[in-house]
């Protein structure tokens, strides 16, 4: 998240030692849990005021590409990919015996 600064870091150190030392329902854990969420929620939305202006800065000089990419990057989620060999049944390889089953695949890939 890109959005996160070096202060919050240190003010979620600073709350994982209050829990640890006096526990989820003490004060000070209570105080630096309201201060990490502010923090994050204040720099987020200054970040994404930061990215509109860009995005309407781009749109006012003409520059759709720019712009587009721009909303793009704000609208994007992570999607993770998964690149796993399957055996000929469907069912997902991920044994280390299974090995020989990475030969016959790229076999089977180089016959077709």
């Known amino acids: 998240m890109p959005w996160i600064s070096n202060k919050i870091l240190h003010n979620i150190e600073q709350r994982r030692e209050a829990k640890k030392t006096f526990g989820k329902q003490s004060e000070q854990y209570k105080d630096r849990n309201k201060e990490v969420k502010n923090a994050i929620k204040n720099d987020k939305k200054e970040y994404l005021e930061s990215h509109l202006s860009h995005i309407e800065i ?54 077709t």
């Not at 990419?69 to 989620?77: P, V």
């Not at 055996?87 to 016959?104: A, C, F, Q, V, Y």
């Open 58 to 111: 781009c749109n006012l000089t003409h520059s759709s590409r720019e712009m587009y990419s721009g909303i793009n990057r704000l609208m994007r989620n992570f999607t993770p990919r998964l690149s796993a060999i399957k055996d000929k049944d469907g069912k997902t390889l991920t044994e280390n015996e299974e090995i020989s089953r990475w030969k016959e695949y790229c076999s089977e890939l180089k016959g």
